[in-house]
Nanobody, 117 residues
Framework: QVQLVESGGGTVQAGGSLRLSCTASGTTNGIYVMGWYRQAPGNQRESVATINNSDSPNYADSVKGRFLISRDNAKTTVYLQMNSLKPEDTAVYYC???????????WGQGTQVTVSS
């Protein structure tokens, strides 16, 4: 089992920045991908950014050039630096990880990000 704990959400004005963090604990060996998804009211959950063990990132088109995903050296903490935030970035942001050794995935509890205009 893997537990994911997020932090860093909050309320910010449009154009501002926030940094989300997510730390994995438990049986973390075998985690291959970590990342962030988000879900706004009435919308489906969507991928925001992911990063694999080769530190190769993938970004949603809507956040390219504004968001930056990174991981620590131990590969158990993932960060999402969000710049130039827009009201449409308002959502609950969920941390995610995939373990290749078991073929399973885990989710954090979610953290609210609200961007006011």
């Amino acid at each position: 089992q893997v537990q994911l704990v997020e932090s860093g959400g909050g309320t910010v004005q449009a154009g501002g920045s926030l940094r989300l963090s997510c730390t994995a604990s438990g049986t973390t060996n075998g985690i291959y991908v970590m990342g962030w998804y988000r879900q706004a009211p009435g919308n489906q959950r969507e991928s925001v950014a992911t990063i694999n063990n080769s530190d190769s990132p993938n970004y949603a088109d809507s956040v390219k050039g504004r968001f930056l995903i990174s991981r620590d050296n131990a590969k158990t903490t993932v960060y999402l630096q969000m710049n130039s935030l827009k009201p449409e970035d308002t959502a609950v942001y969920y941390c995610y990880c995939y373990r290749w050794t078991r073929g399973d995935e885990y989710w954090g509890q979610g953290t609210q990000v609200t961007v006011s205009s």
